[in-house]
């Protein structure tokens, strides 16, 4: 990238689509597609929306959401998708940045049994999640799990021969790079070709004998490596009460997990709390002479219910509060989920305590009536008790791992968990992505400390202030 552009080039670039327009865009055409091809889907929404306009309507006082999440909040999906190589998820990596989605975090799977690992490609500026905070949890298969090496030969000659880009996608990704924007007809030409990566295909590319032994060694690996290309797998709303989405869902024909993932019911929402459907089995044809059919379930509907991201102090205690409700409680989701409220009592369940002891993020500003002048001399906690600054939470953007691996197995059917060596795998995985995956503690941190800063008027002085 030259550091003095020349003015021509200065000039085209004004007239540049925006990568958060694009991204909108890409999750408009991702949802209309998986609409299309999961009814359930589209039922799903309808009662996320119903239940939304009904929690937005009892509120009492000011909206419980800031104008910005408001608007995001009928539009807001994340989805998820497997790939198979180093090669695979390398070039998301460069179209997912045409989309302003970078790689946020990185999760380790395969110590619940699952042979993947995984980042999340989402926007990282408060604006850009404000306009369209699509996102896509994104694993890559671990073949060097599968233990029976001729199997692992033949999964990875398969994934080798395939293609799951457009000509048309590939050669669009090089112009951007080379240029540093999209007019609008390029843009809208690469949504097109970018989507077609992400269709179901009831068609396999290996026989069903082939098909079966990689299913025994994981369904996910059939999943990932008989397919022509990564079919997104769910795409996800977001709801403002998620425990009334699962008791409609069986009303309307919808059967979801037993057990809602994640914290348990709040006053305070804290992170995440995800809940899914069962994805149905789907007619899939072989690659053979005599085309036998089969079945693959590949695709599933989720919901989640978003809350407040928490600082490192505040991420230990959930997960140490998480694996404390977890023991002796396996099989009984009734059990497991009183068990889950008493034992989450230890976590504080007023925004102001969570703030005071650290262990959230917030976004400070100063109230618009609020003398300009500094009362408190720039004390935080002193302006935020006269109701000079308030602070508002920061809402967590990313994923949770024991979530994730509920997620995994609940529409994998594995009665069993694989057992894997717990191998740090984390610097092959980001070799394969071309990048080391952001932190995301660091994106909630700086967001925090930058809305210090503009409160106290006083750049640079904020770190005192930091919680
Ligand atoms: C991804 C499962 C994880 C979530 O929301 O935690 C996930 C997958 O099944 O590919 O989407
Ligand atoms: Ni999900």
């Known amino acids: 990238m030259t550091l003095d552009p020349a003015p021509r080039a200065a000039a085209a670039a004004g ?3 925006s990568r958060d327009s694009i991204r909108e865009r890409f999750a408009q055409a991702m949802s209309a597609m998986y609409r299309e091809e999961v009814p359930q889907y589209g039922t799903l929404l309808d009662i996320v929306a119903e239940v939304n306009e009904q929690v937005l309507q009892a509120a009492e006082g000011p909206s419980p959401m800031p104008q910005a999440e408001l608007a995001r909040l009928g539009v ?3 989805g998820a998708i497997r790939v198979g190589s180093a090669r695979e ?8 940045a045409i989309l302003g989605m970078d790689p946020v975090g990185y999760y380790d799977l395969s110590v619940a049994g699952v042979p993947v690992h995984s980042t999340a490609f989402r926007p990282t500026g408060p604006e850009a999640l404000a306009r369209n905070p699509f996102r896509l949890f994104t694993s890559l298969l671990r073949l060097e799990l599968i233990q029976d ?10 994934l080798e021969a395939r293609e799951i880009f457009t000509p048309e996608a590939l050669r669009l990704t090089e112009e951007f790079e080379a240029h540093g924007g999209f007019h609008p007809a390029q843009a809208e030409a690469f949504v097109r070709e970018l989507v077609q990566t992400f269709k179901w295909h009831a068609r396999a590319t290996v026989p069903a004998d082939t098909y079966r032994r990689l299913h025994e060694a994981h369904r996910l690996v059939a999943d990932v490596v008989c397919f022509p290309g990564p079919h997104i797998n769910h795409l996800t709303p977001r709801t403002l009460d998620i425990d009334a989405v699962q008791e409609r869902m069986p009303r309307r024909g919808i059967e979801p997990k037993e057990t809602i993932e994640g914290p348990p019911r709040r006053k305070v929402p804290i992170l995440l709390r995800q809940t899914s459907f069962k994805a149905l089995a789907e007619p899939v044809r072989f690659d053979e ?6 079945a693959h379930t590949a695709r599933f509907g989720e919901v989640e219910q978003r809350g407040i991201a928490l600082t490192p102090k505040g991420r230990a205690l959930y997960d140490d509060l998480l694996a404390q409700a977890g023991s002796g409680t396996a099989g009984d989701p009734r059990a497991y989920e009183l068990r889950l409220q008493q034992v989450f009592q230890a976590f504080p369940d007023d925004l102001e305590t969570i703030r005071r002891q650290g262990l959230g993020y917030f976004e400070y500003s100063r109230l618009r009536d609020a003398r300009p002048t500094d009362p408190a001399g720039g004390d935080l906690d002193a302006l935020v008790a006269a109701g000079v600054v308030q602070a508002r939470p920061i809402v967590y953007e990313d994923f949770l791992p024991v979530s994730a691996a509920g997620i995994f197995q609940s529409n994998l059917g594995d009665a069993a968990r694989q057992a894997y060596a717990a191998a740090d795998a984390r610097a092959a995985f980001e070799r394969a992505l071309g990048c080391e995956v952001l932190d995301e503690f660091a994106l909630y941190e700086s967001q925090q ?5 503009r409160c106290l008027g006083m750049p640079g002085n904020a770190r005192e202030f930091r919680r």
């Not at 400390?449 to 800063?453: L, R």
């Open 15 to 17: 007239d540049f689509v």
């Open 76 to 78: 807001e999906r994340h």
């Open 89 to 96: 998820l390398g070039m998301l990596r460069r179209m997912f």
């Open 149 to 158: 090496p001729a199997l692992r030969a033949l999964a990875a000659r398969q």
């Open 289 to 294: 002479h005599g085309a036998p059919t089969g």
């Open 449 to 453: 400390t930058a809305s210090i800063q």
